[in-house]
């Protein structure tokens, strides 16, 4: 069965600082990767996805993310970390888009 | 369409009593998903549908618990005989065949 690890339960960054929160998977084929943040109060948001092709996926808010298949990871990037950016972060791994494991989430706090 | 909707925001009820939550996904989609999340943990798969069709239960889902979605359209999920360990955010995605699941801003139960 498939399942998530984020190593990093909270992570503090400086503001203007870059970002890199881990994410592992267990998956026996290739899998479908995604990357969603959650600010207090509000639904989950889709930073980005891997389906296929490309291993570096290019999201939304200038966040990307690398799929390496031979260290099962996928890794979530930014280089320069706003205060807005301060949220939970959660890595998934799925079958097609269905059948969604989540990882535990790892809390981003900005340092002003 | 303003995305995926769900109602009440907030429920507080007693021990034992039964609650029902609904949830209005996207108009196009035809998938629809619900899942719990509790304090510092990510969502938690409990079931799936394809149109009216429930096509999967996590063993989460106890007997207490039943999903229905009649028309392919709302589903609504029910807790008989609520416990205090139902306390959680109840969470409803929703999809189309090939795309990444759009998530509700949830339902907060609270069991006391």
């Known amino acids: 069965a498939q399942s998530v690890t984020q190593p990093d339960i909270h992570i503090t960054v400086s503001e203007g600082a870059s970002l890199e929160l881990r994410c592992n998977y267990s998956?026996?084929?290739?899998?479908?990767l995604f990357w969603y943040v959650q600010s207090p109060g509000q639904g989950l948001q889709l930073l980005l996805k891997?389906?296929?092709?490309?291993?570096l996926v290019q999201g939304i808010k200038g966040f990307e993310a690398e799929f390496k298949r031979s260290q099962s990871s996928f890794n979530l990037r930014k280089p320069s970390v706003h205060w807005s950016d301060a949220a939970e972060y959660f890595c998934?791994?799925?079958?097609?888009?269905?059948?969604?494991?989540f990882g535990a989430g790892t809390r981003l706090t900005v340092k002003p | 369409d303003t995305g995926v909707s769900q109602d009440p925001r907030h429920k507080i009820t007693k021990r034992g009593q039964n609650v029902t939550f609904r949830c209005d996904p996207i108009?196009?989609?035809?998938?629809l998903y619900w899942y719990r999340q509790t304090l510092g943990q990510g969502p938690e798969f409990l079931t799936y549908?394809?149109?009216?069709?429930?096509?999967?239960k996590s063993r989460l889902l106890s007997d207490r618990f039943s999903a229905e979605r009649p028309k392919g359209s709302f589903s609504t999920l029910e807790i008989q005989r609520t416990e205090q360990g139902d306390s959680a955010m109840y969470l409803c995605?929703?999809?189309?065949?090939?795309?990444?699941?759009?998530f509700g801003p949830g339902t907060r139960l609270t069991v006391l």
């Open positions: 998934a791994v799925g079958e097609g888009n269905n059948d969604m494991r």
């Open positions: 891997y389906f296929s092709g490309d291993t």
């Open positions: 998956y026996g084929a290739t899998p479908y």
């Open positions: 108009s196009e989609h035809n998938r």
């Open positions: 549908f394809q149109n009216e069709a429930q096509l999967e």
């Open positions: 995605a929703s999809s189309g065949d090939f795309d990444e699941q759009f």
